[in-house]
C-alpha cells in the first residue's frame, strides 16, 4: 500500500479511537444497564463477563476478547499441556482464569502456575482465585525481562491467551522465541487465534507448528495452534 494511503488510513483510525473514547463511558453504562437486566431475568451472574467487556472497553487493543474463554475452547487447550511434565506452567494473559481454572482440571498443580497478566484488577482477581499460584503483573511481550530469575527450571508448557494480531509480526516473532528459550526442548507453546490463518508463520527454523481443528462450539469459532521447539 502507498505511504499517502498508510497516512490516511492512520489519521481515520485515530479519528475513530478519539470517538470512541467520547463515548467509552456511556457505551459502558448502557452496556452495564443490558447485563444487569439479563441477569435479573435469567436467575444467573455474569461478573466475568462484566469485568472482561469493561476491561475491553477501556483498552480494546490489548484485551483479546470481549468475553473470557469458552469452556471448550479452555478445556482444548489445557489438554496439550501434560500434567506429568517437570516444570511450570506460564499462562500469558489469563484475564479471569477460565483457562487457568481448565488447566487444573487438567491435574497442573496450582503451585505450578505462573499467571503473567497486565490488567491490574484481573491480577487481584487471580490472586483471590489461585493463592498459590505465582501472579506477575506486566507486559507479556517483554516475556524474558519479566519472568528473568523466576523460573527456576524450563517451564513445562506456555499457554497464552494474548491478542496476538493486535502486535506486528516482528513482536510476535520476538515472544515466541523468548517463550520457547524459557521451556524444555518440545514442550508447547500453546496459542489460540479467532483468525483463520496462523498468528505466527509456520515455516520457522527449528521450530514445529501444528493447528487443531476450528473450535465451532465458541463464540467465536477458535483455532489452537501449538509451537514445539526441536
Not at 455474569?46 to 490489548?62: A, M, Q, T, Y
Not at 487447550?77 to 506460564?90: E, K, N, Q, R, T
Not at 483468525?195 to 476450528?214: K, N, Q
Amino acid at each position: 500500500m502507498p505511504l499517502p494511503a498508510l497516512q490516511l488510513l492512520e489519521k481515520r483510525f485515530e479519528k475513530q479511537i478519539r470517538l470512541f473514547e467520547l463515548k467509552r463511558g456511556a457505551l459502558e453504562r448502557t452496556i452495564g444497564t443490558h447485563i444487569r437486566r439479563f441477569e435479573k431475568k435469567n436467575g444467573i451472574r455474569l461478573d466475568d463477563e462484566v469485568r472482561f467487556i469493561r476491561s475491553w472497553i477501556g483498552k480494546p487493543l490489548s484485551i483479546g476478547a470481549v468475553t473470557p474463554s469458552g469452556k471448550v475452547l479452555a478445556r482444548a487447550m489445557a489438554s496439550y499441556v501434560d500434567p506429568a511434565a517437570a516444570g511450570p506452567v506460564v499462562e500469558l494473559g489469563p484475564g479471569t482464569g477460565p483457562i487457568t481454572e481448565a488447566l487444573v482440571a487438567q491435574g497442573i498443580d496450582p503451585a505450578r502456575l505462573v499467571l503473567v497478566e497486565f490488567d491490574p484488577t484481573f491480577c487481584r482477581l487471580l490472586r483471590e482465585r489461585y493463592p498459590s499460584a505465582t501472579v506477575v503483573q506486566g507486559d507479556a511481550y517483554s516475556l524474558k525481562g519479566l519472568l528473568a530469575g523466576l523460573l527456576r527450571e524450563p517451564a513445562a508448557a506456555i499457554v497464552s491467551g494474548l491478542p496476538l494480531f493486535t502486535k506486528p509480526l516482528k513482536i510476535r516473532l520476538k515472544l515466541l522465541y523468548e517463550a520457547l528459550a524459557l521451556m524444555a526442548p518440545g514442550a508447547p507453546f500453546v496459542q489460540f487465534t479467532y483468525a483463520t490463518v496462523a498468528p505466527i508463520a509456520r515455516a520457522l527454523d527449528r521450530v514445529r507448528a501444528e493447528g487443531s481443528e476450528r473450535i465451532w462450539m465458541n463464540i467465536p469459532p477458535a483455532r489452537i495452534w501449538v509451537y514445539r521447539r526441536d
